[in-house]
């Protein structure tokens, strides 16, 4: 073996070692760091993740003492339960301050068909969400009156200018209204009596929250229990599981 | 005469080659040297690393955690807040899907004539008005509700007047003539949301057999009048969730 392939051999044999000293200790190494790399990217979208859902869950919190009166007013408009009477009383008020006479109330979308007909087709009125109540109304007043009466009817829950709701009422929507004269004789409990007395016969519907809600799902005002109430079961029907515990209902007073 | 070379063949220059004496061993060695110092090196940084980042990545899950545990104690906040605005958004939806019967009657007292008198006004939303003539108007309302009724199924709440469907308001009275008739038409198109307005019938006294809601009421010489209003096609979802992006301007929350 001569001197130069002497050199070959060592050069190779040094050369040998190093790759080998590179693939069997340093690759798998930086290859762990790499990995690594890619736990700390996780990780940190994780991160990003979590501080997000606890800056809305702190938010939420924040807001929890005027969610709660809003949901406490809105029950105002849509009731948990029937409210009838409360009903009745904001349809006798707003009739005594228009000067209008609130002639009849019929449970029910078909002012001849009697209770039972009304009954009946206010449980086939329950559809998905919100509980339907249809109701037929009978005021007598004049013109002015009971356009005045239809207005406040309206306003009871109503848009305001910046886009917010403004309830004051239940949350009546009137399918149909039908203004006629009244004649004489027929209506012996009107007080007016005169041409210009017109009788006012509406179809209206109110709203009733599911039987699965509860107003305010269990929480009361200055927690929200200790299991809070989904969203979704606004939808979902049946579950019962969110019944409030101390329901605060609101009802109107005179 | 041969020359002879009389230096030691060992001690001749060049003799050694590049590699001196000890054959090239002591380059290896030092290459050798060199290149594990390197690994070492290299070494050393990939085990900062992977300890550092270990490290890191502890560090991060740990806090992940912690917040996590933290919102999970504040969940029921966090959905009582979300059934508000559900419940909120509910109840938008149904304020805006209503018909104003009290600005419509408003506008129908603003532009009657003082030749056309009403003797009855009775309107509805989502269904047909009774009358054979509703016609077209009335079928694309049906129609119209079908389709309002599926989309306001899949929001979740359904309301009494759907959106899309079109109110219709049917109005008898008497007039002084057929003129007076033909200008109430007219005064009647100016009612704000007014799409079409429909002549049912216009019949005098003389002409009238058995009579209607009117007939008696009319004078002899004025005719007695129906007339079908059809306003335009409450807004449709897509519209209320646009509309709802601006403050409401109208009166009521309706239409």
């Not at chain 1, 599911?210 to 079961?233: D, E, F, I, K, Y």
């Amino acid at each position: 073996m001569t001197a130069r392939d002497r050199m070959v051999v060592i050069a190779i044999a040094v050369f040998g070692v190093l790759g080998a000293g590179w693939l069997l200790v340093i690759s798998p190494e930086r290859k762990h760091a790499t990995n690594l790399q890619n736990e700390v990217n996780s990780a940190t979208s994780q991160l990003t993740a979590a501080e997000s859902q606890l800056a809305n869950a702190r938010a939420a919190q924040a807001r929890y003492s005027s969610a709660y009166a809003s949901i406490v007013n809105l029950g105002k408009a849509v009731p948990p339960g029937r409210e009838v009477p409360a009903l009745v009383y904001e349809l006798a008020l707003a009739s005594n301050q228009r000067h209008v006479d609130l002639s009849s109330i019929v449970y029910g979308a078909s002012g001849g068909g009697g209770s039972s007909a009304g009954a009946s087709q206010a449980a086939n009125a329950s559809l998905a969400g919100f509980t339907q109540m249809p109701f037929t109304f009978v005021f007598n007043g004049t013109f002015v009156d009971l356009y005045n009466l239809f207005q406040q009817l309206n306003h009871f829950t109503a848009r305001t200018a910046s886009g917010g709701l403004q309830v004051t009422g239940r949350l009546l929507t009137v399918q149909s209204a039908k203004l006629a004269p009244v004649t004489n004789g027929t209506e012996p409990g009107s007080k007016k009596v005169g041409p210009e007395l017109l009788s006012g016969t509406i179809t209206a519907t109110a709203y009733v929250l599911p039987a699965s809600q509860g107003l305010t799902g269990g929480a009361t005002a200055t927690s929200p229990g200790s299991r809070g109430s989904s969203a979704s079961s606004l939808s979902s029907t049946g579950s019962g599981a969110s019944a409030p515990t101390a329901p605060a209902i609101a009802r109107v007073t005179p | 005469m041969r020359a002879v070379n009389l230096i030691p063949a060992d001690q001749r220059a060049g003799a050694a080659g590049v590699g001196g004496r000890s054959g090239g061993g002591a380059y290896a060695v030092l290459a050798l040297v060199g290149g594990l110092a390197l690994l070492a090196l290299l070494y050393g940084l990939a085990q900062r690393q992977v300890s550092s980042r270990r490290a890191q990545v502890a560090s991060l899950k740990a806090r992940a955690e912690q917040a996590q545990a933290t919102a999970a104690g504040l969940a029921p906040y966090t959905s009582f807040v979300a059934l508000r605005e559900e419940r909120e958004r509910a109840v938008n939806q149904l304020v805006d899907s209503r018909f104003d019967w009290a600005h419509a009657f408003h506008e129908v007292g603003r532009v009657l004539p003082t030749l056309a008198s009403i003797a009855s006004i009775e309107g509805s939303v989502g269904s047909s008005t009774g009358g054979s003539s509703a016609g077209s108007s009335a079928g694309s309302s049906s129609s119209a509700a079908a389709g309002a009724a599926a989309s306001s199924k899949a929001s979740g709440v359904a309301s009494a007047t759907p959106p899309g469907t079109v109110p219709t308001v049917t109005i008898s009275g008497c007039a002084t003539s057929q003129t007076a008739v033909a200008l109430t038409l007219n005064r009647l198109r100016l009612i704000d949301g007014v799409s079409e307005v429909t002549l049912q019938s216009s019949t005098k006294a003389s002409s009238r057999s058995g009579g209607g809601a009117t007939a008696g009421r009319c004078p002899p010489s004025g005719p007695a009048f129906t007339a079908l209003l059809a306003f335009a096609p409450l807004p449709t979802s897509a519209a209320l969730s646009a509309a709802s992006a601006v403050p409401a301007a109208s009166l009521g929350g309706a239409r």
